[in-house]
C-alpha cells in the first residue's frame, strides 16, 4: 500500500463550487503540506500543518483552507473554485529534517 | 527561506556523467541541502540530502564546498529514465521551497 494517498486522484469541477481534496499517511509523520504545480512553474506550497494542533500559510493560500483532522489525514478545501485552480494539487508528509514523502497527486479542472 | 538558482535546462547523451550546479548563497548555518526528482505527473522522489562536503547513495553524489554557497548533484553515466526535472532545495526547520527545477533530458 502507498505511504501517501490522495482522494480523488482527477476532479473536474466547476466555478463556484466547493470541493475538498483529501490526504492520508501511513508514515507515521507529523508534518503535512500541500502543494499546487502548474506547468513549468514547479511547486508551490499551499499550507502546512507541523502537528494537528498547528496549521501555518504558505506561499498561495488565498482561496485556499485546509483541515488537519489527525496526525494521519489533512484536507485541502477549495471553498469557491475558479479556472486559474485548475492545477495538480500534491499532499506530502515528513518528519523534522528529513526527506518529504510525496502522494500521487490530484489533477483538478474547474470549468 | 534561503532562494537556490539551478539552470533551468540540461541535455547529456545516454552513459555520459551529468553535474547540475545549483547556488544557495543565503543558506544557513542549520540548513540542509536536499535534491528531488520529479517524472511528469508524479511527485518528486528524494534524490539525496547533505549538511558539508560530499554525500554519496546508490544513485547520486551531493558535492557541497566549504562555504557551502553551492551544491552540485553527481548522476554517473545517465540512461534514458533519468529524463526528469531536478530540484534543488534549502532548508533546516522550515518546508522546503521547490522554484523551477532543471529540466534534464537524457538523448540516446
Known amino acids: 500500500d502507498a505511504d501517501v494517498t490522495q482522494t480523488p486522484r482527477n476532479r473536474i469541477t466547476k466555478t463556484g463550487k466547493r470541493i475538498m481534496l483529501e490526504c492520508s499517511q501511513t508514515?507515521?509523520?507529523?508534518?503535512m503540506y500541500w502543494y499546487r504545480q502548474d506547468p513549468g512553474l514547479g511547486l508551490r506550497l499551499i499550507y502546512y500543518?507541523?502537528?494537528?494542533?498547528?496549521?501555518n500559510k504558505g506561499e498561495i493560500s488565498d482561496g485556499y483552507s485546509v483541515s488537519r483532522q489527525a496526525q494521519a489525514k489533512f484536507s485541502l478545501s477549495l471553498e469557491s473554485a475558479i479556472p486559474n485552480q485548475t492545477a495538480l494539487y500534491f499532499c506530502?508528509?515528513?518528519?523534522?529534517?528529513?526527506?518529504?514523502?510525496f502522494g500521487p497527486g490530484t489533477r483538478l479542472t474547474v470549468t | 527561506l534561503a532562494k537556490t538558482t539551478q539552470p533551468i535546462s540540461m541535455d547529456s547523451y545516454e552513459g555520459q556523467e551529468v553535474n547540475i550546479t545549483c547556488s544557495h548563497n543565503?543558506?544557513?548555518?542549520?540548513?540542509?541541502i536536499t535534491w528531488y526528482q520529479q517524472f511528469p505527473s508524479q511527485g518528486p522522489r528524494f534524490i539525496i540530502q547533505?549538511?558539508?562536503t560530499k554525500v554519496t547513495n546508490e544513485v547520486a553524489s551531493l558535492f557541497i564546498p566549504a562555504d557551502r554557497k553551492s551544491s552540485t548533484l553527481s548522476l554517473p553515466r545517465v540512461s534514458l529514465s533519468d529524463t526528469a526535472v531536478y530540484y534543488c532545495?534549502?532548508?533546516?526547520?522550515?518546508?522546503?521551497?521547490f522554484g523551477k527545477g532543471t529540466r534534464l533530458s537524457v538523448i540516446a
Open positions: 506530502a508528509t515528513s518528519d523534522p529534517g528529513y526527506e518529504q514523502y
Open positions: 508514515k507515521g509523520h507529523d508534518r
Open positions: 500543518s507541523f502537528d494537528v494542533k498547528d496549521i
Open positions: 543565503n543558506i544557513a548555518t542549520n540548513d540542509y
Open positions: 547533505g549538511y558539508k
Open positions: 532545495l534549502v532548508s533546516g526547520n522550515t518546508p522546503l521551497v
